[in-house]
C-alpha cells in the first residue's frame, strides 16, 4: 500500500496531530483533559455527552489516524481530513437518544482497543484507514428507526436503497457523499489502486453492520478459527500452546491471510466495536441499554400511530425489568458469543479483560430479570400491598 507522493493537496508540510496540541493548538482543554484513559476498555464516551459532538469526533477522529500514522503514510491533507470528520459529525443527529455521534466515536475508539489487543498485526495501512472511516460512518445520518418499520412502512429509503439492508445503504450513501465532498476528498491523496479498494471496503464493512446478516459473518468466523485450530493440531493441542499470551495456532496462520481473510478479520472488527458497550463495565452498558431502549419506545410509538405491526415490546410500568429482559437476552446469545470468538485471537490480557466484563454483566442482568419480574409472587406482593 503505498500514498501518491505526487499528489501532495496541502501546500504546508506533514505535521503530527499530537504536535500540535504540544504547540498549542485549538483543541478545547476540556476535551484534552478526558483523553488520558481513552485507551481503557473502561473509557466511557458518554461522560462527553455536554460537549459540542462536532469536537469530538473531529479531534478524536484526527487522533486515531495521527496515532496509526495514516496521515504521513498516505500523505494526507490535514485540513481536508478535518473538514471530512466535521462534515461527518454534522450528519449525526444529536436529538437521537442512541444513534449520535457519540456512538459512532465510541465505535472508533473500540476498533482502536481491539486493535491494540492485537489484531493490528493483522492489518495493512490502508484495512486501518478502512476500519476507522467505517466506525466512524456506518450510522450516517441515523434517523433513531430500524430496518422493519423502513420496510412495514414502504419507507422513502427503501424505496431507493432495496428491502435489503436498506438502512446500512442509506447510512453508506451518506457517508460516501461525506467522503467525495470537494472540501473533504481527503482520500485523493490514495494511489488509483488504494482508493478503489478503499471505496470497495468502506462499502462492505458499513453493510456489514446489519444486524441480520450477524450469524452470517460470525459463523464464516468461526468457520475460519475451527479450521485454524484442527490445521494446528486439535483442540488439545490449541489449548496447551501459547506464545506472549496469544495463541500459537492464531499466528501459524497469521503470515498465510488471503485478501478475503483479512476481510472477514475486518468485518469483525467493526462488530465488535458496534456492540461492545453491551460488555462495558456494567454502569456504562445499563446507560447505553436505556438509550437504545428509549429509541425502541419512540419507535413503537411511531408504529402505533401508523398502524403498522409492532416490532418493539409494549411499554410496561416496569421498565427496569424491561430494559435487564432485553439486555440480558441480547447479552446472553448474540454479544457474548460473539466476544467469546473474537477475543480468541487477541492477547491474553485484553481477551481477560473483555471477557470479565462480559461474565459479570451477563450475570448482574440475569439476577435483575429475576428480582425485577411482575410475575414473581413477591415483587407482586411488594407492588399491590408494600410488603
Same mark, same amino acid.
Given at each position: ?7 501532495n ?11 500540535l ?20 476498555w ?8 455536554? !460537549?459540542?459532538?462536532?469536537?469530538i ?24 481530513? @478535518? ?12 436529538e ?14 473500540n ?5 491494540q ?45 432495496? @428491502? ?6 442509506f447510512?453508506? @450513501? ?27 471496503l ?21 468457520e ?10 486439535g ?5 496447551a ?32 466495536a ?18 437504545? !431502549? ?27 425489568w ?7 437476552g ?12 473474537? !477475543? ?33 409472587? @413477591? ?9
Open positions: 500500500m503505498r500514498a501518491n507522493k505526487e499528489n493537496l496541502c501546500e504546508s508540510p506533514f505535521a503530527f496531530w499530537w504536535s496540541h504540544k504547540m498549542g493548538g485549538s483543541t478545547p482543554q476540556a476535551l484534552l483533559d478526558r483523553l488520558h484513559k481513552w485507551t481503557e473502561e473509557f466511557n464516551m458518554l461522560e462527553f455527552r455536554d !460537549m459540542a459532538t462536532s469536537d469526533l473531529v479531534e478524536f477522529g484526527k487522533e486515531l489516524f495521527a496515532h496509526y500514522g495514516l496521515i504521513e503514510h498516505f500523505n494526507i491533507c490535514e485540513e481536508r481530513l @478535518s473538514n471530512f470528520l466535521r462534515l461527518l459529525s454534522s450528519q449525526y443527529n444529536d437521537n437518544p442512541y444513534h449520535t455521534g457519540l456512538h459512532a466515536v465510541d465505535a472508533a475508539i476498533v482502536h482497543y481491539l486493535l489487543s492485537g489484531f493490528v498485526r493483522f492489518f495493512t495501512k490502508l484495512d486501518l484507514l478502512v476500519l476507522f472511516v467505517s466506525a466512524l460512518g456506518h450510522d450516517t445520518g441515523h434517523f433513531a428507526l430500524n430496518n422493519a418499520f423502513l420496510l412495514n412502512s414502504n419507507h422513502e429509503v427503501v424505496q431507493k436503497h432495496g @428491502s435489503t439492508s436498506a438502512l446500512e445503504h447510512h453508506l @450513501s451518506k457517508l460516501m457523499e461525506v467522503i467525495t465532498d470537494d472540501k473533504c476528498r481527503f482520500v485523493d491523496a490514495l494511489s488509483p489502486s488504494d482508493h478503489a479498494e478503499f471505496d470497495i468502506v462499502g462492505e464493512m458499513v453493510l456489514a453492520t446489519d444486524m441480520s446478516r450477524h450469524k452470517e459473518y460470525m459463523s464464516k468466523f468461526e475460519w478459527c475451527t479450521s485454524a485450530k484442527s490445521e494446528f493440531g483442540t488439545d493441542q490449541v489449548a500452546t501459547s506464545s506472549d499470551g496469544y495463541f500459537s495456532w492464531v499466528e501459524a496462520k497469521r503470515s498465510s491471510l488471503s485478501y478475503e481473510e483479512r476481510k472477514l478479520f475486518m468485518t469483525v472488527v467493526v462488530k465488535f458496534d456492540l461492545a458497550n453491551v460488555v462495558k463495565p456494567v454502569a456504562q452498558s445499563e446507560a447505553w441499554a436505556e438509550l437504545i !431502549m428509549v429509541e425502541f419506545s419512540a419507535q413503537r410509538e411511531r408504529e402505533i400511530a401508523l398502524a403498522l405491526p409492532l416490532t418493539q415490546p409494549a411499554n410496561i410500568p416496569n421498565r427496569e424491561k430494559v435487564a429482559k432485553h439486555q440480558n441480547f447479552l446472553k446469545f448474540v454479544v457474548e458469543p460473539t466476544m467469546v470468538l473474537i !477475543m480468541d485471537l487477541a492477547s491474553k490480557e485484553k481477551r481477560d479483560t473483555v471477557l470479565s466484563h462480559a461474565k459479570n454483566n451477563g450475570e448482574i442482568w440475569s439476577q435483575r430479570v429475576i428480582d425485577l419480574d411482575p410475575e414473581n409472587a @413477591s415483587n407482586v406482593c411488594r407492588a399491590r400491598f408494600g410488603c
